[in-house]
């Protein structure tokens, strides 16, 4: 296969991946009989900070194809370079500040009201969207 076509697979697999943990196991796990709030924080802390690392092999493996097949300063790379730029915000920003708070409550802090979730929820759904149009951009040019 040439490199294109593995990074065609490697969009998908990296919105799939995405999409299941920040759109479905992130709320259900609440759900879930005996699942405390610090309970379920201390799940998605551990949750989210391995999608993490798991997020930053689909980005570093994506620019590294995206090399490899010539599209590296194509106009549909920026479709590419937004979720990377995403990531590396929630990197060193979003997820040290989220899980310090989870730290605080499981240790039983009341805080008051925070608008961290939605700036996460509205940068997945952005990255999201991104990958996407990158993925399908990319099937374009076959």
């Known amino acids: 296969m040439a490199p294109e076509h593995y990074l065609i697979l490697l969009t998908f697999l990296w919105v799939g991946f995405v999409s299941a943990i920040s ?10 009989p005996g699942v405390t709030l610090a309970i379920g924080l201390s799940i998605g802390r551990l949750i989210f900070s391995g999608m993490n ?3 930053w092999f689909f980005g570093l ?21 937004i979720p990377i730029l995403i990531l590396l915000l929630q990197s060193i ?6 899980n310090k708070r989870a ?8 805080l008051p009201k925070s608008v961290l ?15 996407v149009s990158f993925g399908v951009t990319l099937l374009g040019t076959l």
């Open 103 to 110: 730290e605080l409550v499981i240790s039983g802090a009341e």
């Open 117 to 131: 979730h939605f700036y996460y929820i509205g940068a997945e759904l952005v990255k999201v969207i991104m990958i």
């Open 61 to 81: 493996a994506s620019l590294a194809l995206l090399f490899v097949s010539g599209f590296f300063g194509d106009s549909m790379a920026f479709f590419l370079y």
């Open 23 to 32: 759109f479905m196991e992130a709320w259900l796990k609440f759900r879930a």
């Open 93 to 98: 920003w979003l997820l040290p500040a989220m």
């Open 53 to 55: 690392k798991v997020e």
